[in-house]
Every structure is written in structure tokens, then in C-alpha cells.
């Protein structure tokens, strides 16, 4: 009966009041359906995995259009206000699918606001040929649930496709190469110095600034930590190699002898930190010979000490009032105290970063040992590679490993066991067109720039270690483009660690010949495509390339061929002009131990194909005309 009473209410009043009871309801029935809309939508993009393709900017969302007459008696329902580029969540692809003009991107205080959280902006910046060390980046921190970062473009290409994947993006107007600069390059000095004057330009809208290089990865969320100095100016990483404490306190700053490192830093907006980031610009636009992390530890360490007090680990630097403090290397990693120490496994600590320092083969070499960690970021395709993968198990005598002391002799027998191994499975998968997966390389010595006495003194290197491939290998020439004509057919590589990441599909793994080297004439042991067992393939050793074509072309279906060892596989080409290309390759792949003490040049050149040349021994050249390499 109410609602009866109340509906001829409506219909004997006024049209004022029946316009007004219309809008009521439609603003009602508008509401529920963006309620229910929220309620059983899907995941998030924030919380999804980035996309690597690129979204269609050409693709329009249809628009529902209604005529005049439809709304001309209803108030209509006011718009959200579009979303700010910036305040979107990380990964969600912008709609509708228009690039914003330029300006959009423009540096400001007001765009960096939009990201910032409890007054923190965590920033990176690159060009586009590190987009994949970016989205790696990008990754880390949304996947530690850390959101209040921005990403500097240096080039268009790069500002564009990091909008499109849903980045928080500002363009530095750099407008530089979209290409690998490579280190030391004057390009790379440009890049520092574009570095200086972001800092510079950041510091002064008031908020704190935790400035990362793009060859880094987070591992765990830095904020709680860096919070724990509230009286700290500046908080920078080192390339300390030696321990100054065995904890997760700052480095005592009195025992930290190396270079400050530039490549993570935190800085608070205070006055002298401002002081700082104008005069380090100032001084690297003055000279531009002087590299920018260079610049920043002689100006900073222009006064060194006192302490702050007794308990924090901070110190008085610069100009007597900048507050600096040093992270700890043990969990602040760099590529040596990460990948070659991992001092923190051994200190019992959770790393909250790695930094690709300490590393032979430039930005292959930078991506390859993230893969190793399995901290890099690849598309699904990385781990289904066209052709299928070959892996097998490398063969080391326990005396190669532990036996004698750990010197030049025993490093190079150790190496030159494996380099053999891993000699004829590029061969091997060269014939069969695989992507070598290649096995864990293990050492004796360490390798830097200079000469030390096999490892570092004070330094947590075990030995023997699992070393980074790019300790032996030139990584960046086995990734390299080479003329087929010239060196034959390119054989791809993936890390030692490919099947174990999360990332490898299980379809990928499960599709898998196991392939058992025998003694021909021994039991079930011939050239036949017969498994002895399901997925276990015996197969003779010293087998040639017809062998090898006439048996494992009818496994070209299977994703992963595994080989119980290496030794004695393979006989070798039989077309000489292949064989030869093959060696022509492959002989590039080696390149250098550093460094032997009181010898000049106190390099060590590896060799493929040491076990050809009956005189070879490890010792560095002797004369000018020796100091290339074998080939």
C-alpha cells in the first residue's frame, strides 16, 4: 500500500517533482551497476605481470552516445575526472590509448608529488636499450608492494613505450642515442652528468630522493631500512669488497678504504645535501673529463670525520655538516660481494639489493649474471626457445677441485677441464641447431683488473666458487651478431641456472630425452632412436656428425636434450669448412685471468683449444708481440 500511495503521489505532482524522482532512480540503478562492476572485476594490472608486447595505440574504445532527447529532462550524474598519467597504478595500460602531449612529462614538482610516498620518490632513469633492465626494475618494486617511484627517459622511444606499458614516466629531455652506450664511452659520461643534475633538480621540491642506477635489482623493499637514519644527509652504497661489520648495521667509516658508489644512493632534501648535489653539478659541467662517481667521492670526502655519535655509523663529511652514511655491502650488494662472495649467505643476512659492478662483459655481461640469480625479467618466449635447449652434466674430479693449493696451475687445470666440455657441447648444439644451456663454471682465483694474490685479502671468497660465466667466457661476444658466413651458424646460450627459475614452463621441463653416453658394442648400445628406458636414450661415444643427425632428428620435437656428460661425445665435423668456422667462433669466447702479481702485462690468456698445443702453460705474455690473444 505505501509504495502504491507513494507512486500516485508522484503521478499527481508537479513535473518538477516527477523530473526530480526520475533522476533519483537513475542515479540509483547508475550506481549499482558501477558497484557491481568493482565487485566482480578481475585482478588488478597493478598486481599483474608487465606485458613486454606493445599495446596498440591505433585501438579506440567504443563510446555509448545517446541523443538529446534522452537527456534533456535528467540531471545528469557528473564524470569522474580523468586520472592523472602519473596517479594511475603501476602496469595498467592508459585508456583511452592517445599519447599525452609532451609536456605531460615535463620534470615538475607537481608530477613528482603524484608518486611520492611518505615523502619519498625512488627514481631510475636510462635510454631505451636498457627498457628491459628497467622493466626488471619496475618489477622488483611493485612486486616488494613499493609503488612511489618514477622512471627518467632519456629518448622518446624509451618515454613512449614505458607510458604504454603503464610506467610512471617523466621525460630529462636528454634526447639521446636509443642504443648501448657502453662504459667509459663519452655518451656514458654524458649519461652521469644527466644524473648530478636530476638529483639537483629533485632535491630542492622537498622530498626525499633514493637514486638508483638501472643495472641494479631491489630484492627486498629499502625503505624501513634507510628510515632507521632519520639524522642521515646521504646514504650511499660502496664498492667495499671487505667486510666492516657482520651485521645490518652501516659500515664502520673508518675501515671502508674503497670508492663510494653511485649506482644507489639516498638523499634527504636538507640543506646541505642541496649544497652537495649543486656543487658535484657544478664541478662535473666545469670538467667534463671527470667521471661523475669520481667527482662525488672526492668532494664528499674533502672532509672525512668526525663521527656523528657514538652509535649510528654516521660521519661528518664534505663541508663538516653533510651527515654520511654507508651501507652495508654485505646486503647493499655489488657484483662482487653478491655474486662471487655472497656475503650475505654466508652472514645469514637478507640482501635488499645487487648492483652489477664487478663484471667483464659489459651489458650482456650485467643481464646474464641477473639471469644467473634468477632476478632478470624475460619474456615467456626466453624460456621456449625455437629448436629446443641442450644441457648436460659437466664431469670435475674431486683433485681438480680441492686438490693442492689454489694458485695460477691449479685455477687454469680446473678451467681448462671445463672449457673442453663445454668446448664440444657448442659443437654439438651448434649440429643441432639447441640453445646450449650452459653448466655452472667453478673457480679457483678470482678475477679483477689489477694483481692480487688469487683472491682478495680480507675478503669472504670461498674457494673453490661458482663463478659468473663472465670470469672465463666473453659473454658479450657468445651474444654477439657474428657473420655466418665468416664464423658459421650463431649458437645461443642460456644461464646455468635456466630450469631452475620459476619462470621455466613445466612443459618445457617435462619435455625431456635423457641421453646416457655408452661404449659402442656394449649392450644397448648403438645408433638406433630405441630408449632403453621412456625418455632414456643410450648413444655411443666418439660419435660423428652423421651419427648424431641419423639419431637425434627424430627427437627435433623434444624441448630439452640432457647429455650424462660431455666427454668423448663428439668426433667432430665433417664438412672442414664448417669445422673451421666453428673454431673461428668459438675461439673469441674465451678471454682473460687478471692479474698476476710483479709482472707487467699480468694477464692470463684462455685458450679453446689448449689441449692442441702440447707447450701451453698459463703464464701471462712474455714479450709485446704475445700479448694477444689465441687467435
Not at 657468445?478 to 630450469?499: C, Q, T
Request: hydrophobic letters at 40%; a neutral charge; aromatic letters at 12%.
Amino acid at each position: 500500500m505505501g509504495l502504491g500511495n507513494a507512486c500516485q503521489e508522484v503521478a499527481n505532482s508537479k513535473p518538477l517533482f516527477l523530473t526530480i524522482y526520475a533522476t533519483v532512480i537513475i542515479g540509483i540503478v547508475v550506481s549499482s551497476f558501477y558497484v557491481f562492476s568493482a565487485i566482480y572485476s578481475g585482478q588488478s594490472p597493478a598486481e599483474s605481470f608487465p606485458s613486454f608486447s606493445n599495446p596498440d595505440p591505433s585501438l579506440r574504445d567504443e563510446t555509448l552516445n545517446f541523443s538529446r532527447s534522452t537527456i534533456l529532462h535528467i540531471v545528469p550524474v557528473p564524470a569522474p575526472r580523468p586520472q592523472s598519467i602519473q596517479m594511475r597504478p603501476i602496469w595498467e595500460i592508459p585508456q583511452p590509448k592517445k599519447m599525452p602531449p609532451m609536456d605531460t612529462f615535463r620534470l615538475t614538482k607537481e608530477l613528482v608529488q603524484q608518486r611520492v610516498k611518505d615523502n619519498v620518490i625512488i627514481v631510475t632513469f636510462g635510454n631505451y636499450a636498457f627498457m628491459d633492465f628497467i622493466l626488471t626494475w619496475v618489477k622488483h618494486l611493485t612486486d616488494l608492494r613499493v609503488t612511489n617511484l618514477l622512471v627518467g627517459a632519456m629518448d622518446n622511444k624509451l618515454l613512449e613505450a614505458l607510458y604504454w606499458r603503464g610506467v610512471p614516466v617523466f621525460d630529462m629531455g636528454s634526447h639521446m642515442s636509443t642504443v648501448d652506450v657502453g662504459w667509459g664511452s663519452p655518451t656514458f659520461h654524458k649519461m652521469g652528468r644527466e644524473k648530478v643534475i636530476l638529483i639537483d633538480s629533485i632535491l630542492p621540491f622537498g622530498f626525499e630522493l633514493l637514486m638508483c642506477d638501472t643495472d641494479m635489482v631491489w630484492l627486498k623493499n629499502p625503505l624501513p631500512y634507510l628510515a632507521r637514519y632519520p639524522e642521515a644527509d646521504v646514504l650511499t652504497s660502496s664498492d667495499q669488497v671487505v667486510p666492516t661489520v657482520v651485521d645490518d648495521s652501516l659500515e664502520i667509516w673508518q675501515q671502508v678504504g674503497a670508492a663510494y658508489n653511485i649506482g644507489i644512493f639516498h638523499w634527504r632534501p636538507t640543506d646541505s645535501a642541496k649544497k652537495l648535489a649543486r656543487e658535484w653539478k657544478e664541478m662535473l659541467l666545469a670538467d667534463e673529463k671527470i667521471w661523475d662517481q669520481n667527482g662525488f667521492n672526492d668532494i664528499v670526502r674533502r672532509q672525512l670525520g668526525p663521527s656523528v655519535d657514538e652509535d649510528s655509523g654516521l660521519v661528518y663529511s664534505f663541508d663538516g655538516n653533510l651527515k654520511l652514511g654507508i651501507l652495508p655491502a654485505s646486503i647493499y650488494c655489488s657484483g662482487h660481494t653478491y655474486f662471487v662472495q655472497a656475503m650475505y649467505q654466508q652472514l645469514r643476512l637478507e640482501p635488499y639489493a645487487v648492483h652489477t659492478t664487478f663484471q667483464y662483459a659489459g651489458t650482456e655481461g650485467k643481464r646474464h649474471r641477473l639471469r644467473e640469480a634468477m632476478v632478470f625479467y624475460d619474456p615467456p618466449e626466453y624460456y621456449d626457445a625455437p629448436g629446443g635447449f641442450l644441457s648436460f652434466r659437466p664431469s670435475i674430479p674431486k683433485s681438480k677441485l680441492l686438490s693442492g693449493q689454489h694458485n695460477i696451475e691449479s685455477h687454469f687445470s680446473l678451467i681448462n677441464y671445463q672449457i673442453k666440455q663445454i668446448r664440444t657441447a657448442l659443437a654439438i648444439a651448434s649440429l643441432l641447431k639447441r640453445t646450449l644451456v650452459m653448466p655452472p663454471l667453478w673457480c679457483r682465483l678470482d678475477r679483477l683488473w689489477f694483481p692480487h694474490p688469487g683472491v682478495l685479502e680480507g675478503s669472504m671468497t670461498r674457494q673453490p666458487f661458482i663463478c659468473p660465466l663472465d670470469h672465463v667466457f666473453e659473454v658479450n661476444i657468445m651474444l654477439k651478431e657474428l657473420s655466418e658466413d665468416e664464423f658459421g651458424p650463431r649458437i645461443n646460450i642460456r644461464e646455468y641456472s635456466l630450469f631452475d627459475n620459476p619462470s621455466m614452463p613445466t612443459q618445457v621441463k617435462e619435455s625431456r630425452l635423457d641421453v646416457q653416453l655408452c661404449q659402442e658394442g656394449t649392450q644397448n648400445c648403438y645408433g638406433s632412436t630405441n630408449t632403453s628406458l621412456p625418455g632414456v636414450l643410450r648413444f655411443p661415444k666418439r660419435s660423428n656428425e652423421e651419427m648424431f643427425m641419423k639419431v637425434f632428428s627424430s627427437f627435433k620435437d623434444v624441448k630439452v636434450i640432457h647429455f650424462s656428460s660431455m666427454q668423448d661425445a663428439f668426433l667432430g665435423f665433417t664438412d672442414k669448412k664448417r669445422e673451421d668456422k666453428f673454431r673461428k667462433r668459438v675461439r673469441q669466447y674465451t678471454g682473460i685471468w687478471c692479474c698476476v702479481l710483479d709482472h707487467t702485462p699480468g694477464h692470463i690468456y684462455y685458450d679453446m683449444y689448449w689441449d692442441e698445443k702440447p707447450s701451453w702453460k698459463p703464464i701471462p705474455p712474455q714479450t709485446p708481440a704475445d700479448d694477444h690473444p689465441p687467435w
